[in-house]
């Protein structure tokens, strides 16, 4: 699963990775607009991104509140 947003040859952000692991993402409790290493499941996201499952390309700004916007409470 690829997530773009700007232009199709300039995204200012991608996000790519497959699904299960992007959910992930959106499932761990964040600080700072990030997981939060903490807790069990943010250490499990951060993994993902750390162990390139997860690629986060552009703006960090962005990606952060991309991550705030698709928290699930």
């Given amino acids: 699963m690829i ?3 700007g232009e199709w040859d300039q995204p200012d952000l991608r996000v790519s990775g497959r699904l299960p692991h992007i959910v992930a993402l ?3 409790p ?3 607009g990030v ?3 903490v807790t069990g499941p943010g250490l499990t996201a951060l993994a993902k991104v750390a162990g ?3 690629r986060i ?3 960090r700004k962005l990606a952060r509140r ?3 916007l698709l928290a699930i409470r």
């Fill in 3 to 5: 997530v773009e947003d």
């Fill in 26 to 28: 959106t499932l761990a």
């Fill in 30 to 32: 964040l600080v700072g």
């Fill in 35 to 37: 997981p939060n290493p």
């Fill in 52 to 54: 390139g499952r997860v």
């Fill in 57 to 59: 390309e552009g703006d």
């Fill in 66 to 68: 991309l991550l705030r």
